[in-house]
């Protein structure tokens, strides 16, 4: 199934993002996450490519394995790093061939301790090009990433859009921000993107926070802010492992319902291969659903840019502990 067709229904399109693990004790307790997820009925689940093309085979496979064995829609992450166009094309063909059919092209991030990107040689320096080479040669949907507070390396937000404007219009389907935790920033950022003509829905990247230190890193190396409130909380929080994941779930809870409320067409779970608070999230989304989230939002005209106040979730639901 090509995934760009679950959006445009009344139910929001749910996805959640999983690490190939390096070991076969990784696997299984992946396999065993998939499982619980699996019940939640997501529209897809996706793989990712690991830094300098380290997991090449690992999201290849593990991509197979899902559409195979599980009933779930399945999506590679494809990047550029250490790939000439044509070892590209021979993983295209692969993908292909397994009978994948929705591909997320990126560039990729330098290689650790280099600040620049260097395009490999005979490969291509941004996720445009492969974008540009894909969509021509195969039938896949693409994704595409997007940075609703801009990407680390382009401080010229206005620059950055242009160029993402470029990349939807390569052929992107839709598109999948990187992880943020105010709303307000997702809202600014489809409004700039409407207005420099991307009209490809745009998918929130939603992390939920289970470690302060993990937390704190990521957001550093993909510039993404933690806003003062979420920091303070967590840093009463922070050497209580519980008190950490309940303020992560209960945030993240918030932070869905506002954006879903305000027209969001789905949501992607950064799951790092965990289900916990992804689950309970989600469970959290279904209950705030019947209560009328959702049909607040469909009755909205337009786009829904501006964002109405999160609606409250119960203190049961905000430590985690009921759907
Ligand atoms: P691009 O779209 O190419 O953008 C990269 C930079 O180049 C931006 O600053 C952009 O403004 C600039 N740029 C683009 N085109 C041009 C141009 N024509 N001229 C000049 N500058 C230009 N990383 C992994 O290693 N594996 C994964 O599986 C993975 N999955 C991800 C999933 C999502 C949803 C997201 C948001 C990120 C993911 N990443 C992953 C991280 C990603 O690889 C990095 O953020 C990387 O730095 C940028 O990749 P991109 O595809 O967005 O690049």
Not at 288 to 294: C, H, K, L, N, Q
């Amino acid at each position: 199934m090509r995934i760009i067709d679950c959006f445009g229904s009344s139910r929001p399109v749910y996805s959640f993002e999983f690490l190939p693990p390096k070991t076969e004790d990784g696997v299984r307790t992946l396999f065993a996450t998939i499982e619980e997820l699996a019940g939640l009925h997501p529209s897809f689940v996706s793989v990712t490519y690991g830094a300098g093309g380290s997991t090449r085979a690992l999201t290849i496979d593990l991509v197979a394995r899902i559409k195979r064995e599980t009933a779930l829609e399945a999506m590679a992450h494809l990047t550029c790093v250490g790939h000439s166009a044509v070892e590209l094309g021979c993983i295209l063909d692969e993908l292909q061939a397994r009978g994948i059919e929705n591909v997320l092209p990126l560039r990729g991030d330098p290689p650790r301790g280099e600040t620049r990107f260097i395009p490999p040689a005979d490969g291509f320096a941004y996720a445009q090009e492969l974008v540009r080479f894909v969509r021509p040669r195969y039938s896949f949907c693409l994704a595409g990433a997007c940075y609703p507070e801009g990407h680390l390396e382009c401080p010229d937000k206005d620059e950055d859009l242009r160029h993402l404007a470029e990349k939807a219009s390569s052929g992107v389907d839709f598109l999948i921000t990187q992880l943020f935790f105010d709303p307000q920033d997702y809202f600014r950022f489809v409004e700039r993107a409407r207005t420099a003509g991307i009209e490809q829905p745009i998918v929130p990247g939603i992390m939920p926070v289970t470690n302060v230190a993990q937390i704190e890193r990521f957001t550093q190396m993909c510039g993404a802010t933690i806003p003062p409130a979420l920091q303070e909380q967590l840093d009463a929080a922070r050497d209580d492992e519980e008190a950490v994941i309940a303020t992560g779930i209960a945030w993240a809870t918030e932070q869905c319902q506002a954006l879903l409320a305000g027209g969001a067409p789905g949501i992607h779970f950064y799951t790092l291969n965990r289900s916990r608070a992804t689950r309970t999230i989600f469970l959290n989304l279904q209950s705030s659903d019947d209560a009328g989230t959702r049909r607040h939002a469909d009755a909205a005209t337009g786009p829904a840019l501006s964002a109405s106040p999160p609606p409250r979730v119960s203190p049961a639901q905000r430590r985690g502990l009921t759907p």
